[in-house]
């Protein structure tokens, strides 16, 4: 199931950079088409604004010289003028009367022709001007194309200008200028093509920048994927590479915390349950050589035979210890034991177990002394704490050496209860001081056996501690003794 959820996330991340990047494409060329369309347009209607004026000026002088003639029908003058403007702007000229007949052609084709055309026609109904564009080529009016014949490519488009041609006032004929715009139709064909290759060389990068983003946007959430294609098969060890300080790295780095504490717990997981194989496994070994030589040897000396089944009880004893223990950091750890608070008294917690530790001392040859400079209550649970001091001062009295002392004091340190439990013991070495709370961990693994400890006393100790608000710290020099301090928050009077 995890590797069928991760290759759909492999190929939900390509979706997704592919569907971002043709987004941006998409954005691009839409952009592109309406700047390019409105441009064109700007620019076209400038140019044919511009030359419509042009032709507009020319028509309306020439208009202004030849009117005498035409009412004079001085046939060779219309000629002259109209042959001196179109040769200068490289156009046509034809003069029609009112009845649309062609009195004079710069070509010559067209002279004593009717000249149907549609701007003729409005200017003869009344209208001042008229201007129309044709493609020379494509055009269906004959006379149009003889009228646009005088430009070598008849495929090219041209512009006619009809100008009224007045005396007076009165009309007395229609001037037609014809000129070629093909090159204004060329320009805007170039733009048209520069606009496609430059919008073609846009969209190429932007599809190569945008790939670069997507992908420095989604490798993150790659990595993090196969992180976690690798820890489901069971490699605890992965990590992400944490790039940058974005949401994605805040992620990486969130999972690789994560992977972290996972393996630190497996880690845990496998060394308590190698440890506590190790613990159960001693005890039940030693009962069993006893009770097999018990079984298979010659009858033994009654007291040979108590002596064993002594020990054999004291291993049974032992096991239930580490049994006890270990159900004890269970309980712990899953949340299930509850802490009974109440108010009590510190001080008649110290004076209760070290009284009750006294003839331990004593037997072994250690003065434990109880000093308390303060009255200090506390929220707490009366059973658990008496087993924090008891475990401590036990501690204590076991790895002192006879005519040793033990030294619990109990004191204000701010809101806090400080109890202070020291001794003149053979001390902890720097290198394991900082392990004695970790389950199952001894300094002197064979001399901590010999005591009876299961090595997991301080470890249930420090989570009561924690457990009511409080801390537990150790100092110790090898060979001059170990001192644990403890705070715990101290009961506010009402």
């Known amino acids: 199931m995890a590797t069928i959820l991760l290759t759909r996330i492999k190929i939900n991340l390509h979706s997704i950079r592919w569907r971002i990047v043709f987004a941006y494409l998409l ?16 620019v076209g209607e400038n140019l044919f604004t511009q030359r419509t004026r042009d032709d507009q000026r020319i028509a309306e002088t020439l208009s202004e010289q030849i009117g005498r003639s035409l009412v004079a029908l001085d046939i060779d003058t219309l000629l002259t003028l109209a042959r001196g ?12 009367d009112l009845y649309g007949v062609v009195k004079a052609d710069t070509q010559s084709a067209l002279t004593g022709m009717r000249f149907p055309n549609r701007e003729v026609t409005n200017v003869l109904s009344g209208a001042e001007s008229d201007y129309g564009y044709y493609d020379a080529g494509e055009s269906g009016n004959f006379w149009i194309r003889s009228a646009l014949s005088f430009y070598e490519n008849v495929r090219s488009m041209s ?8 005396v007076d006032g009165a009309r007395v004929g229609v001037l037609v200028y014809i000129t070629s715009v093909q090159e204004i139709y060329e320009n805007l064909h170039s733009i048209q093509m520069k606009i ?7 969209a190429a990068l932007v599809l190569i920048v945008s790939m670069y983003v997507m992908r420095s946007i989604t490798r993150p959430i790659g990595d993090l994927s196969e992180g976690i294609r690798k820890m489901t098969g069971g490699d605890l060890s992965a990590r992400v590479n944490v790039r940058g300080k974005t949401e994605f790295s805040e992620l990486a780095r969130a999972f690789n915390s994560m992977s972290e504490k996972i393996e630190a717990l497996d880690k845990t997981r496998s ?25 298979y040897q010659d009858p033994m000396d009654p007291a040979m035979t108590k002596d064993f089944l002594n020990d054999v009880n004291k291993e049974i004893d032992r096991l239930n210890r580490i049994v006890s223990d270990l159900l004890t950091l269970v309980n712990i750890d899953s949340g299930g034991m509850k802490l009974n608070l109440a108010e009590l008294s510190l001080n008649a917690l110290l004076d209760e177990q070290v009284k009750r530790l006294l003839p331990l001392a004593r037997e072994n040859g250690i003065e434990i002394n109880l000093s308390m400079k303060d009255e200090i209550s506390v929220m707490g649970d009366s059973l658990k704490l008496q087993q924090v001091i008891y475990n401590v001062i036990d501690n204590a009295i076991k790895y002192t050496p006879r ?25 902890i070495p720097a290198e394991d001081l900082p392990h004695i709370f970790d389950r199952f961990y001894r300094v002197d693994k064979a ?27 150790a100092s110790s020099t090898e060979g001059k003794g170990t001192t644990f301090e403890i ?5 506010q009077p009402q």
């Open 27 to 42: 954005i691009i060329v839409v952009a592109f088409t309406s700047v390019a369309v409105s441009l064109i347009q700007l």
């Open 159 to 166: 512009g006619l200008y009809a100008q009224v041609i007045s």
């Open 196 to 202: 496609l290759l430059w919008m073609c060389i846009v």
């Open 403 to 427: 005519g040793g002392e033990v030294e619990t004091s109990l004191s204000r340190s701010g809101r806090r209860a400080l109890i202070r439990i020291s001794d003149t013991g053979i001390g």
């Open 271 to 295: 060394q308590f349950v190698s440890n506590a194989s190790h613990e159960l496994k001693t005890p039940l070994s030693t009962m069993k050589i006893l009770i097999e030589t018990l079984m």
């Open 447 to 473: 001399r901590s056996r010999a005591t009876g400890g299961t090595g997991l006393g301080l470890s249930i100790v420090k989570q009561i501690v924690q457990q009511h608000g409080g801390s537990i710290t």
């Open 85 to 96: 403007v179109a040769e200068e702007n490289a156009g046509r000229v034809l003069v029609v």
């Open 487 to 491: 705070l715990l928050p101290v009961q």
